[in-house]
């Protein structure tokens, strides 16, 4: 997916996508919600993490804990987000919708932490 989003942007090519994820099954229902999210999330950190060219990596990371959980990670090692900016009442539609889609659709949490860059932290149970 990852790849597909950068050649999809007019960005530098000093930007370096990684992908960790374990193989595992999750429903449909599950994995719509999950692709958008992680979508939004990879495009505002390709729009917003490397100004000026500034050579980064993005980081997803994606495994299932002993208690069936979804654990997924999407980190960049950009600008980070500024002080005091609190993602749940941005301005922006998208961050609005990662907040709604993984709270009323997935059940799940969003953690965020910027120190070196931006982290966002899904987590949600494995429907059965």
């Known amino acids: ?4 989003i950068l ?3 007019s960005i530098n090519s000093d930007i370096i996508f990684k992908v960790e994820a374990e193989n595992s099954l999750i ?8 692709g958008l999210v992680a979508n939004e ?3 505002n950190a390709l729009k917003y993490a490397f100004p000026a ?3 980064g990596e993005i980081v997803l990371r994606y495994k299932i804990n002993n208690e069936k959980q979804v654990d997924l990670t ?12 609190n993602t749940q009442e941005a301005d ?6 990662v ?17 070196n860059g931006t982290k966002f932290t899904i987590k949600f149970n494995i429907e059965n």
């Open 1 to 4: 997916m990852g790849a597909t």
């Open 7 to 9: 050649r999809g942007y």
């Open 27 to 34: 429903s449909v229902k599950q994995a719509s919600p999950l």
């Open 41 to 43: 999330l990879i495009t």
């Open 53 to 55: 060219k500034r050579k």
């Open 74 to 85: 999407i980190s960049d090692y950009g600008i980070g987000i500024p002080a005091g900016f």
């Open 92 to 97: 922006s539609l998208g961050l609005r919708l």
């Open 99 to 115: 907040h709604t889609i993984v709270e009323n659709q997935l059940n799940g949490s969003v953690d965020v932490e910027s120190n």
